[in-house]
DNA sequence: TCTTTATACGGAACGGTGTTCCGTATGTCA
DNA sequence: TGACATACGGAACACCGTTCCGTATAAAGA
């Protein structure tokens, strides 16, 4: 690949990224192209069609996302590393709110996405899961669909209601997983009751 | 109000009905006009935006669906009508799925919508489930807004694995309000446990 | 019945969108 | 240093929602 090829790819998708976040993923591919400095012509030949920038954003954060959890298992606690990348992922999802339209649109471009999505996702939050489940941190009825799948759902709707709301719900959810076991990492006082 | 202009109105709704439903909320206005066999000026005349002609059919259904309710009443016993009004309405939203984003747009023209659907479906599910409730055919603690509310939902998902799915899925909602009660509107055994 | 006039009609025109096309510029490799 | 495959830019196209205005017509008074 030419080298001004691959930057001008660059300079799109960080353009875009930054546009979608400002203008919503409607933005005229004009702006992208203006703010990443090159032509619609450059735009079209990246990517053929509007939904295949898009993808490739959502591609993108996707894995910024997945990425963020073996960092955190290194930094904190098993229990703390979930509690955390848990809210990491309603940050996800609230930025991509406005693509829930467009992935349920059946537009070819994004079925590959849900797919992606999920083969990416879900092993990273299954080793988060399954380091505090071995420390006995959390709950082991609960899976990594489960997560993915129920605090989705649930700051989609909560943040009609603002993001402080919806990351109060999460956590809610979060602390239900660790019901019943030690309180505090630290403190292994063995409060644990109902296996 | 004109006679033409009356004529031209009713022409309008049915035909924005049919292409809605044929080719989804993005239909064209100039396929709609066309099909009511009209022209662009006579439609936004009428509808001064887009948004406007989607609310219109939008009401329109509303009223459909609510009106259905009282019907149901007289043709079938309290607990049957209720279950029957509840496929009705899985119909409704099912038909209505594509607006799901437009509802959340902020587009002004569907805030009124929101309401309206509210406070013209919610009396008429009340009625019905009131009379099944005075009847001892379903349970008292579920209110109009539970329904509404998860049964929309629940189709709305449930409807990614077809119609059928969905209706299942509603139907077991529904009949979960009929648990401990009489299982047939006929057969008055009382099999109830659990108040 | 015939005027009159407020009202409604049709469709060309406008501004903005996604997408295509092609002449021009440029990185790459012998 | 050429030669050429590749990438670039932006004018042009098709289609969209919306506006505008000259024309047609339904309705009310003579």
């Known amino acids: 690949m030419r080298a001004d090829a691959q930057r001008n790819m ?6 875009a990224m930054a546009v979608f976040a400002t203008s919503g993923v409607d933005a005229p591919v004009r702006e992208i192209a203006a703010k990443a400095g090159v032509g619609l012509g450059t735009v079209y030949r990246h990517f053929p069609q509007r939904s295949d920038l898009i993808a490739a954003v959502f591609r ?11 960092v ?8 703390e590393a979930l509690a955390r990348w848990t809210l990491r992922y309603v940050d996800f999802v609230a930025a991509k ?19 992606y999505f999920e083969q990416r996702l879900r092993p990273a939050l299954q ?3 399954e380091s505090a489940a071995a420390a006995g941190e959390v ?4 899976d990594a ?41 630290k403190s292994k006082r063995a409060v644990r009751r109902k296996t």
Chains 1, 2 share one sequence.
């Open 139 to 142: 709950r082991t009825d609960v």
């Open 145 to 185: 669909d489960d997560i993915l799948g129920a605090v989705a759902s649930l700051s989609m709707h909560a943040f009609d209601r603002g993001p402080k709301h919806a990351r109060r719900m999460v956590s809610l959810f979060v602390d239900g997983m660790r019901y019943g076991l030690s309180p505090h990492p």
């Open 72 to 79: 955190l298992a290194v930094e904190h606690e098993p229990g």
């Open 127 to 129: 080793a988060l899961l």
């Open 10 to 15: 660059d300079a799109l998708l960080e353009a």
């Open 60 to 70: 993108h954060e996707i894995d910024a996302c997945a990425d963020a959890a073996p």
């Open 97 to 115: 709110r406005g693509l829930a339209p467009a992935l349920h649109s059946g537009d070819p471009a994004f079925d590959t996405l849900r797919a």
